[in-house]
C-alpha cells in the first residue's frame, strides 16, 4: 500500500507527537470521498472538532497547493498551508497535507498532517491519516490519556466515511 510522503523536518519518531489512523470501508470510492477532505469548509459539516475554515486569499472551494487557510481545531486557532495536494487518479492514490501552527515561543505547535486515499480492489477505499507536532503542546498531547489525537482522527474518519455515505443517497 501507499505511504505518506514526509518532510525532513516532520519525520515520523523525531518530532514530539505522531499519530495515524486509517480506515478500510467497502462501497465508497476515491472520488467521493474526495471532495468531502478537499473543501475545508465542508470539515465542520461532519467532524464536530473542526470551525471557523477560512481562506486567505483564495476563492476556494478546493484546497491547492501553497494555498494558506485557517481553522479551529483541539482549541487551538491554526494558520496552515497546502503543501501536497494531488487528486486521487486511477492508478494513484489522492494527497493532501498541510502545514499547521499556532502559538508562539512555549506555546507554540507546529504540525504537518497528511492524508492518503486510495482506491481498493473489491470496491473499497482506504484512507490514511498521520500528523506529527514538534513543540510543548505536542509534548503534552502525547502524553495524554485517552490520546485526544488519536480519538480525534479516527472521528474525523468515521464522519467523512459517513458523509461519503450519506452523498450516495
Same mark, same amino acid.
Not at 24 to 34: E, F, M, N, R, Y
Given at each position: ?7 525532513? *523536518?516532520?519525520? @515520523? ?13 467497502? =462501497?465508497?470510492?476515491?472520488? %467521493? ?10 470539515? @465542520?459539516? $461532519? $467532524? ?11 476563492? =476556494? ?8 487557510? $485557517? ?14 495536494y494531488v487528486a486521487p487518479a486511477s492508478s494513484e492514490p489522492g494527497r493532501i497535507a498541510w502545514h499547521g501552527w499556532a502559538g508562539d515561543g512555549d506555546t507554540r505547535l507546529d504540525v504537518h498532517h497528511a492524508w492518503l486515499i486510495e482506491d481498493l480492489p473489491f ?6 491519516? %498521520?500528523?506529527? %507536532?514538534? =513543540? ?9 490519556? @485517552? ?7 479516527? *472521528?474525523?474518519? *468515521? =464522519? ?7 452523498? %450516495?443517497?
Amino acid at each position: 500500500m501507499n505511504e505518506i510522503h514526509w518532510p525532513q *523536518d516532520f519525520l @515520523p519518531g523525531f518530532t514530539e507527537n505522531f499519530v495515524s489512523n486509517e480506515i478500510i470501508a467497502a =462501497g465508497l470510492t476515491a472520488a %467521493q470521498v474526495w471532495p468531502l477532505l478537499s473543501q475545508a469548509h465542508r470539515w @465542520p459539516s $461532519y $467532524y464536530a472538532n473542526s470551525a471557523n475554515v477560512r481562506f486567505h486569499e483564495h476563492a =476556494g472551494p478546493d484546497l491547492q497547493h501553497g494555498v494558506h487557510f $485557517y481553522f479551529e481545531t483541539f482549541g487551538f486557532p491554526v494558520q496552515a498551508q497546502c503543501v501536497e495536494y494531488v487528486a486521487p487518479a486511477s492508478s494513484e492514490p489522492g494527497r493532501i497535507a498541510w502545514h499547521g501552527w499556532a502559538g508562539d515561543g512555549d506555546t507554540r505547535l507546529d504540525v504537518h498532517h497528511a492524508w492518503l486515499i486510495e482506491d481498493l480492489p473489491f470496491g473499497r477505499v482506504r484512507i490514511l491519516t %498521520q500528523e506529527t %507536532q514538534r =513543540g510543548k503542546p505536542a509534548e503534552t498531547l502525547a502524553r495524554t490519556r @485517552p490520546n485526544p489525537m488519536i480519538n480525534g482522527h479516527q *472521528d474525523w474518519l *468515521d =464522519g467523512l466515511i459517513s458523509a461519503a455515505r450519506l452523498a %450516495q443517497h
